[in-house]
């Protein structure tokens, strides 16, 4: 290729320095794509998704140490250290997730094909990623995970140990639930929406889902400050409207009380919570379900 463009630039007397420069300049971005398009898709997405988790946690713990945004902490108990859960998480990881996504691509089910995805079938997906993770996290979290013979036995209890109040506790759990709890609702939806190998749709699903678990296990709820009923006022409705979008209050009344909002909580549909009237603001009181 190099070769090729040198004789046509000395063949047309363009074989001047600036000219060079220009041809290395895009001769160095084609070796940047071709770098990218040998690493197999699922390893880049895992790779941009471990980013994303890691960057947005050192965030929420600047946040913590440094008292930023601390009039929407409003979960402080935690009896283990960013540091102490840090090791377990990766263990997750690095040994559950990023094997469950390169299976996925070598099976054929995820990651190949096409390399963009019409936006119609973008959004379609994204939809059906979103009711897919609702429903599948419901099943194996409510039927599975809190069955009062399982949870120990299983290792639930280890997630449920933390408060809630450190985002990276979102994977601070045994292998076997965070296979079920966190992989299988990612991988199963995932499987099903052919979105090919198109690495925009890939690299925001897996990132808004960092995002999403980081955001609800940090002790954060950017909601606290909004008004909780417009009371008749038009122009509160709006606020109320944002405050249901953006709490962080369903998963934080799920760790306080066990048997509610299994699948419920930030950038959830909340289905299977609102169907089967588990919903923390549905469920005012019950038996805890193993804890």
């Not at 398009?37 to 988790?53: C, G, T």
């Not at 377990?88 to 099976?107: G, S």
């Not at 509160?236 to 934080?252: D, K, M, N, Y």
């Amino acid at each position: 290729m190099l070769k090729r463009r040198l004789r046509l630039m000395i063949r047309r007397k363009l074989f001047r320095p600036n000219a060079v420069v220009a041809l290395f300049a895009v001769l160095e971005d084609e070796r940047k794509v071709d770098v990218l398009e040998k690493i197999p898709l699922s390893i880049l997405v895992w790779a941009a998704q471990m980013a994303v988790f890691h960057a947005v946690g050192l965030f929420f713990l600047c946040c913590d140490r440094l008292g930023w945004l601390s009039r929407y902490k409003v979960r402080r108990r935690e009896p283990l250290t960013y540091r102490e859960m840090l090791p377990r998480v990766l263990f997750n990881q690095i040994f559950i997730l990023l094997p469950a996504m390169v299976a996925l691509q070598y099976t054929g089910l995820a990651f190949i094909g096409v390399s963009h995805i019409s936006i119609a079938h973008f959004v379609t997906a994204m939809l059906i990623m979103a009711i897919g993770h609702d429903i599948v996290q419901y099943v194996f979290h409510r039927f599975v995970l809190h069955r009062p013979n399982l949870i120990r036995r299983l290792g639930h209890s280890i997630h449920h140990s933390t408060g809630a109040s450190i985002s990276i506790s979102a994977c601070y759990m045994s292998p076997v639930d965070f296979f079920l709890e966190i992989a299988l609702p990612y991988v199963i939806p995932l499987s099903l929406v052919s979105a090919g190998a198109d690495r925009g749709f890939h690299i925001l699903i897996a990132s808004l889902g960092a995002i999403g678990g980081l955001y609800e296990h940090s002790g954060y709820d950017f909601a606290a400050r909004l008004p909780k009923a417009d009371n008749g006022k038009l122009h509160l409705r709006p606020l109320v409207w944002l405050r249901t979008i953006v709490s962080s209050q369903a998963h934080g009344e799920h760790h306080r009380r066990s048997n509610v909002s299994f699948s419920d909580g930030f950038g959830s549909p909340g289905i299977c919570d609102t169907v089967f009237k588990t919903r923390w603001d549905l469920l005012k009181s019950g038996p805890t379900i193993g804890r």
